[in-house]
C-alpha cells in the first residue's frame, strides 16, 4: 500500500449518515468502503445459516454475534483491494470486543469519525430511507429525493427499518399517537437500533479517544462532508508529507 493511503473508521447511531457520507468519501478518497451492515446483508442474501442467524438479529435491532461478524469485517479488510487503496471501514467495530478484536489483528484506523444526531432527526431519516437496489445508492424522499421517475419506481426499504416483528415483539403502545401503521413501525424498529448503539458507544470511543473526530451530522449532508473532507485532507497532505511524495 502506498503511505498515503488511509484507514477511516465512521460510526454513529442509526441512519446518523454514514452510509450517505461514505458514498461521498470514497468518491473524493478513493477508499475502499466496507460497511458492516451490507457484509451482513450480503450473507443474508446468500442464505446461508450465518446470514439466517444473523437476520433474527438484526430484525431485534441487536448486534449479530462476533463470532459470525469479526471475521466476516477481518476478511473483508484484508483484501487486495482494501490493502491496496485505504479502507473506510463503516459500522464496525460496535462494542468493546470488537474493537479489541480488530487491535489484535494488527488493524489500527488514522481517523475516528464520530457522527453526533438528534434523536427526533435520527427518527425521520429512517422513516425516509430508500435504496436503489441497481445502483445501491441511498435516498431520502425529503432530502435526496431520486433524480429520475424510473428510479424512483424501484426504490425500495431495509428489512430493519420495516420489519414488524420487532415492532410487536417489544409494543409499539407509547409511540401509537404516530401518523400512520408504518410509521409507528419504523419508530419502533429504529428505537431498538438506538438502544443498543447507546449501551455500546462509550466503550468504543473510549478505544479511539486520541483520534476521534466529532462532526455535527445534524446539518444538510454537504454541511457534514465539509468537516470530514477538511479533517481528511489535512491528514491526506500530511501522510503525503512524510512519505515525501509532496
Ligand atoms: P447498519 O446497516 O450498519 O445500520 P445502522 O447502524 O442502523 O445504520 P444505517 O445504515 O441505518 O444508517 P446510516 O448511518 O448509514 O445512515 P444513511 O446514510 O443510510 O446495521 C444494521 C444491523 O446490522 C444492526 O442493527 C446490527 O444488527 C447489525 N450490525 C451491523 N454492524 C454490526 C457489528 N459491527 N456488530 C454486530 N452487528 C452489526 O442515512 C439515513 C437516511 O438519512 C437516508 O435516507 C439518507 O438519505 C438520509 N440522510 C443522511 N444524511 C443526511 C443529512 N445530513 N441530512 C438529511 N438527510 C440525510
Do not use: Y
Given at each position: 500500500a502506498k503511505p498515503e493511503h488511509l484507514k477511516i473508521m465512521i460510526s454513529?447511531?442509526?441512519a446518523s449518515g454514514k452510509g450517505t457520507q461514505c458514498e461521498l468519501i470514497t468518491k473524493k478518497y478513493g477508499l475502499v468502503h466496507i460497511a458492516a451492515g451490507d457484509l451482513l446483508r450480503a450473507e443474508i442474501d446468500s442464505g446461508s445459516e450465518?446470514?439466517?442467524q444473523a437476520k433474527e438479529y438484526m430484525e431485534k435491532g441487536q448486534l449479530v454475534p462476533n463470532d459470525i461478524v469479526v471475521m466476516m469485517v477481518k476478511d473483508?479488510?484484508?483484501q487486495p483491494d482494501?490493502?491496496?487503496?485505504?479502507?473506510?471501514?463503516?459500522g464496525y467495530p460496535r462494542s468493546l470486543s470488537q474493537a479489541t478484536a480488530l487491535k489484535e489483528f494488527g488493524f489500527r484506523p488514522d481517523l475516528f469519525i464520530v457522527l453526533e444526531v438528534n434523536e427526533e432527526i435520527l427518527v425521520e431519516r429512517v422513516v425516509g430511507r430508500r435504496l436503489d437496489p441497481v445502483t445501491g445508492k441511498i435516498y431520502h424522499l425529503k432530502y435526496s429525493p431520486p433524480e429520475t421517475e424510473e428510479i424512483a419506481a424501484r426504490l425500495t426499504?431495509?428489512?430493519d427499518d420495516t420489519e414488524e416483528k420487532a415492532c410487536l415483539e417489544l409494543i409499539c403502545a407509547p409511540i401509537i399517537l404516530i401518523t400512520s401503521q408504518n410509521s409507528v413501525?419504523?419508530?419502533a424498529s429504529?428505537?431498538?437500533?438506538l438502544q443498543t448503539h447507546r449501551q455500546n458507544v462509550e466503550a468504543v470511543l473510549s478505544m479511539y479517544e486520541d483520534i476521534t473526530l466529532k462532526v455535527n451530522g445534524n446539518l444538510r449532508k454537504e454541511d457534514v462532508f465539509a468537516q470530514i473532507d477538511d479533517a481528511l485532507t489535512k491528514l491526506f497532505e500530511?501522510?503525503?508529507l512524510n512519505s515525501g511524495s509532496l
Open positions: 454513529g447511531a442509526p450465518n446470514g439466517k473483508r479488510l484484508l482494501s490493502q491496496e487503496n485505504g479502507w473506510l471501514l463503516d426499504q431495509r428489512f413501525i419504523f419508530v429504529v428505537k431498538l437500533r500530511d501522510r503525503k
